[in-house]
Structures are given as structure tokens and as C-alpha cells.
């Protein structure tokens, strides 16, 4: 059980570094501001509107980094500090979210493998860790039978969230490469705004590359603790 802590600590770790590093990026593109004069609204309005999109809502949500698209209702919604501002880390939020509804307008397959994997995901991920915990421990208790197969029934519901965390990552990159080639194609931004546009995407998809390998590391070692209790 302490190696599992050790992992969970370390990666833990790793996504604080680079949460704090995408926190600080953005802080200072924040004070890159384009010289188009645009706003984050704006700009992922122009988008929808290039890619012949009309009925998707560009609205304005609470808090910091707290950007995204909803599918279900079809908004782009884009955080305080996104939708009024003026710089080079509005542009590039902006123009990502934007990138996932051009996605969702598309039928991209990997969004749509993401989208079937919600509900399932919504109902496993928080469960996971105890269902394969409470396996091994029933187990330990009573012996190799009915305890061995609720640990792999967690591990089965953990592999889940390993999955949802892997589909994720061409969806987040896939929709970062379509901002980035439509803000340059569009001129929306000078040469000096787009390589902090892009900066701050590359840290922002590293996030989820962290989640993911997180994820993988998880459900390695609890598969490890389950399968090697058979021996």
C-alpha cells in the first residue's frame, strides 16, 4: 500500500509542477495584448462564423481556466478571464474551445468515443480505487473467489477512466492544431501573439498528458496488486 502512495504522491506531484507552470504561461500571455484589439468572445465568434457555424453560443462561465464546450446545449463557454480579454491566452482558449465544437460540427471520431465514454466514466471513476480495494481486502479475508473477481470488476471500471483519459488526448491536441492553423491562416493574430498562443496550448495539453499517464500508472499497480494475489 505505501508504493501506492509514493505513485500517487509523485504524480501528484508532477501535475502540480505543471498545472503551476500553465498557470504562470497564461499569467504572462495575459499581458500579450493583440494589437487586433479583439476579445476572447469575439474571436471564437469570428471562428464559428468561418466555419459555418451557426448555432453554437459563445457564453460567458465563472472562475479561472474554466473554459469549455458543451456539446449537449452546444456552447462555447469561455471563464472571466477569457471571454473580455484582449490578449494572447484569450486568443488561444478561445479559439481551443471553439476548436471542439468545429469537432463536434465534424463528427471528429475520437470526440465522438470521448462522448460515449461520459456516462459510463461519470458513474465508475469515483468508485474504481474502492471496488478493486474492497476485492483485495475481501480476499484477504475469506480466501481467492469472490473477492478476486470484485477486485477486477474495479479494475475493469478503472480501465475506463484510463481509456476516457487516453481518448482525450487527441481530442484536446486535435482541437489545439485547428485553433492555432486557423488563428495564423486568419491573421488573427501577429507572429509574436501566435508563438504565445501556442506556447500556452502546449502546456495546457500537457496537463492532460500528465492525467493520462497518472491513470495508466494506477491502474498498472492495482492490476499488479490483484493478479499477483492469485500467486
Known amino acids: 500500500m505505501m508504493g501506492y502512495y509514493i505513485l500517487i504522491g509523485a504524480i501528484a506531484l508532477v501535475s502540480w509542477l505543471v498545472s503551476s507552470k500553465l498557470k504562470s504561461k497564461f499569467k504572462y500571455y495575459s499581458n500579450v495584448h493583440l494589437q487586433n484589439g479583439m476579445s476572447g468572445a469575439e474571436i471564437a465568434q469570428k471562428m464559428l462564423d468561418d466555419h459555418g457555424i451557426r448555432d453554437v453560443k459563445v457564453v460567458s462561465t465563472p472562475g479561472m481556466l474554466t473554459d469549455h464546450y458543451n456539446p449537449k446545449n452546444k456552447t462555447v463557454n469561455l471563464s472571466e478571464g477569457v471571454y473580455n480579454q484582449r490578449n494572447a491566452s484569450a486568443a488561444a482558449v478561445a479559439a481551443h474551445e471553439v476548436g471542439h465544437a468545429v469537432q463536434h460540427a465534424q463528427a471528429y471520431e475520437w470526440l465522438g468515443m470521448r462522448s460515449k465514454l461520459v456516462p459510463i466514466v461519470s458513474v465508475t471513476s469515483s468508485m474504481s480505487t474502492w471496488v478493486v480495494f474492497g476485492g483485495l481486502a475481501l480476499g484477504a479475508a475469506a480466501g481467492i473467489g469472490l473477492g478476486y473477481w470484485v477486485a477486477v470488476a474495479g479494475l475493469v471500471m478503472m480501465g475506463f477512466a484510463t481509456l476516457f483519459s487516453f ?8 482541437a489545439s492544431n485547428r485553433a492555432l492553423a486557423w488563428l495564423k491562416s486568419k491573421n488573427i493574430v501577429t507572429q509574436a501573439e501566435y508563438k504565445g498562443s501556442e506556447d500556452a496550448l502546449k502546456w495546457a495539453a ?23 494475489s492469485r500467486n
Do not use: C, K, M
Open 167 to 174: 481518448v482525450t488526448l487527441p481530442v484536446e491536441y486535435d
Open 206 to 228: 500537457r496537463t492532460y498528458l500528465v492525467a493520462a499517464i497518472g491513470s495508466l500508472a494506477s491502474l498498472v499497480y492495482w492490476g499488479l496488486q490483484v493478479f499477483g
